[in-house]
């Protein structure tokens, strides 16, 4: 089926935007740019239908990557309905995102247009390993992808480099991520130690007659590193950060894609935890925990970013709920409509940021609904959709998840819901602040997106509304994962509904009846609000209990310690020495003749002296 | 007729290398110096002569008319120096022939 055509065409894309893109006009860097992820996409559409029901994976193999005695690793590419779910998602919001992108990064000068062929080359590349990472067969071909894309968010968080905080918050994502692929790497080292091998139907055949032990640290580990990409707790620190980045890359990066890795990682390695339940507990644990947290920091930012950035932290803990406590496709499919609205959201504020050439600040929006009501619509779409009004997308896997949480432990169930309360809450008051009220800042030249950015978000907010009901995800992933006992309580459904709904009521009365009554509140609980404000400070933490003494540490022991004491006094001790022991061979270079002649006769009679006693000796 | 002792000859033949030795090292003048050379070489040709002589090989004549050669050659290579110092530099002095140092 030529599944190496999917990422080998933006990798194309990429390189041909990359070295010639300078000389391109932004005509023909779109051409290459989104017409090789267009095509990447056909080729899946093509390949699915190829592929047909598809109920065992289909495996291509290339070539032997790595061979050590009994050991190694190939490169292959396998697709099973989990890659074709995670295709379909990577190319198809993918594309939508690019087209997007050719209105966004419109305004992209400099020399030779420079940052716009730049961004688009990135952003090629990025799909390129991601759809390597979701293609892989193995551990360490997911691996390269997995770094890869690690590689290109940094690269475009950092796209602004001329900022100081833009190349700040990649610098953090990156080196946060290293944290995760440690935990990552040291897992594959246990996988190999206890399998042999790395390949996925391999390792997940002999998964059963492994000791739980073992299969308990390879899925702790496993978890650190999806933790580090799937922005969890204690690795979520980066994301926010990441919104540093042009908007279509929060997008399409930081929302849909790059950051469901973890999740599609933790997904795929089912067999593993399955064994090892109390990996399980913990990944659910802190899905949880992630999910309540972070939604709780969205309640007080004033960033439209920001907010739908802790959204994200916070949705991609329902999804660590949904693998950690067994229901593997409620997972994926919170993923994939996950994947819908909050693109869709993003790009919204994108386009609201556009509109209001490049503010950002809430508070400096309001009363946009009237100036930009396409925006706002299709905006309403991914807003209904995350707030789990009933039979748009983000209902039913929110719903799928929280019923599968119920049966695995009601106060997972209960902090979800509430947990939705708030993500209902916070999304309703950022759309308020946007949208209704008067307009509190000032830009007069407020404008509507060209198409060419309308239409991605109008087919995103029809997908938002629609997506839950049109894919049925658990249902088409049902062959691959382990069968899960079919669980309906209205009563439930209809609490977490009711949470969202009352979350809607909410800002409605704070935000948009009563406006004075968000402030009054927030003067109430002062030491609350600035506790939330400050996103509970978690950064300081972090600066002053790991970076402060770890920098200094460095400074201390490595740098001044090691380096300099040790390392470099050896290297210069080196050179004294020979310098030294020349200073007195020289004085024997006195050019006196005499004085050689009598060294060497001195020698000459040194030498046999010696070889006299050496004969004496040996007699 | 007793024959003259082979010993006599190696005293001989290290009293010679000696005096050249001596000679190299006190003497200032170039010629001196050069002469004490060529005194040792031969002290050295005499030694290989009795050698050759006591065990009736032909190998240590051999090496004299090498070493006679080179002596040759050396003297001529020798003098045409010391021609060109005395020329360049008015002296003959070995201690002020130094330019190599510093």
């Avoid at chain 1, 790497?185 to 739980?212: H, N």
């Avoid at chain 1, 994962?481 to 909410?506: K, N, R, Y």
Wanted: charged residues 10%; neutral net charge.
């Amino acid at each position: 089926m030529q599944l190496w055509l999917i990422p080998i065409l933006p990798f194309a894309g990429f390189v041909i935007n990359g070295l010639f893109g300078r000389r391109f006009s932004k005509g023909l860097v779109n051409v290459f740019g989104i017409g090789s992820v267009v095509l990447a996409f056909a080729w899946v559409l093509k390949t699915i239908a190829g592929l047909g029901d598809l109920n065992s994976a289909y495996t291509e193999h290339y070539f032997t990557w790595i061979q050590s005695g009994a050991f190694t690793i190939n490169c292959d590419f396998s697709v099973d309905r989990l890659t074709e779910v995670m295709l379909l998602v990577v190319t198809g919001i993918g594309s939508l995102i690019h087209i997007y992108s050719i209105g966004y990064m419109a305004h992209e000068h400099g020399p030779n247009h420079g940052g716009y062929y730049r961004f688009f080359a990135y952003l090629n590349l990025f799909m390129f390993f991601m759809l390597v990472l979701v293609l892989a067969a193995n551990y360490l071909v997911l691996f390269v992808g997995w770094e890869g894309v690690g590689l290109c968010s940094y690269l475009l968080i950092g796209f602004y480099f001329t900022k100081k905080f833009a190349t700040d918050a990649g610098n953090k994502a990156f080196i946060v991520n290293r944290i995760g692929d440690f935990g990552f790497s040291l897992a594959m080292f246990y996988i190999v130690k206890a399998f042999g091998t790395l390949d996925f139907s391999q390792v997940f055949s002999r998964a059963a007659g492994i000791p739980e032990g073992t299969l308990t640290l390879i899925g702790l580990l496993l978890m650190v590193g999806a933790a580090g990409k799937s922005a969890q707790i204690p690795l979520y620190v980066w994301l926010p950060d990441a919104m540093a980045g042009p908007t279509p890359v929060s997008a399409l990066i930081h929302a849909a894609t790059m950051v469901t890795a973890g999740v599609y990682m933790t997904a795929r390695s089912w067999p593993i935890y399955t064994h090892a339940p109390m990996a399980m507990e913990v990944i659910a644990v802190i899905g949880i925990a992630t999910a309540f947290f972070a939604a709780t920091i969205g309640l007080a930012q004033n960033d439209i970013k920001k907010v739908f950035a802790y959204s994200t932290v916070s949705q991609l803990g329902y999804m660590f709920v949904g693998v950690g406590v067994g229901a593997f496709s409620t997972g994926i499919y919170h993923l994939v409509t996950h994947a819908f609205f909050k693109a869709l959201l993003f790009l919204g504020s994108g386009a609201v940021i556009h509109a209001l050439s490049g503010e950002q600040d809430l508070r400096n929006m309001g009363g946009l609904r009237s100036k930009i009501p396409w925006t706002f619509w299709t905006m309403a779409c991914a807003w209904v959709a995350i707030s789990g009004v009933p039979f748009t997308a983000g209902f039913y896997s929110k719903d799928a998840i929280l019923l599968a949480a119920y049966r695995h432990a009601p106060w997972m169930y209960w902090l979800g819901t509430v947990t939705a309360g708030i993500t209902a809450f916070y999304v309703s008051r950022a759309m308020f602040m946007t949208f209704f009220g008067k307009y509190r800042g000032h830009e007069h030249h407020i404008h509507e997106s060209p198409p060419v950015m309308m239409l991605p978000l109008t087919i995103l907010g029809l997908l938002s509304l629609g997506g839950g009901f049109l894919f049925e995800v658990p249902k088409f992933l049902s062959s691959v994962f382990p069968p899960v006992e079919e669980f309906e309580d209205l009563t439930l459904m209809l609490t977490s509904v009711g949470f969202g709904l009352a979350g809607i009521g909410l800002a409605i009365l704070m935000y948009v009846a009563k406006p004075a009554m968000a402030e009054s509140l927030a003067a109430n609980i002062k030491g609350l609000y600035t506790l939330v404000y400050n996103k509970y400070f978690v950064d300081e933490v972090y600066d002053a209990t790991v970076v402060k003494p770890l920098v200094g540490g460095s400074r201390l022991v490595l740098w001044r310690g090691i380096d300099v004491g040790v390392i470099d006094r050896l290297a210069n001790g080196i050179g004294y020495g020979a310098r030294d022991i020349g200073g007195v061979l020289r004085l024997f270079q006195s050019g006196n003749i005499r004085s050689y002649a009598a060294w060497v006769v001195f020698g000459s009679v040194l030498l046999i002296v010696a070889l006299g006693l050496a004969a004496g000796g040996g007699r | 007729m007793t024959e003259v002792p082979i010993s006599w000859f190696l005293a001989l033949s290290a009293i010679l290398f000696a005096l050249g030795v001596a000679g190299f090292l006190f003497r200032r003048s170039i010629i001196t110096v050069f002469m004490s050379i060529e005194l040792m070489l031969n002290a050295v040709n005499l030694s290989f002569v009795t050698f050759s002589y006591q065990y009736k090989q032909v190998s240590g004549h051999l090496f004299t008319f090498f070493v006679m050669v080179v002596a040759a050659a050396e003297a001529a290579v020798g003098l045409a120096i010391i021609l060109t110092v005395f020329k360049n530099r008015a002296t003959l002095n070995i201690d002020d022939v130094d330019s190599m140092k510093n």
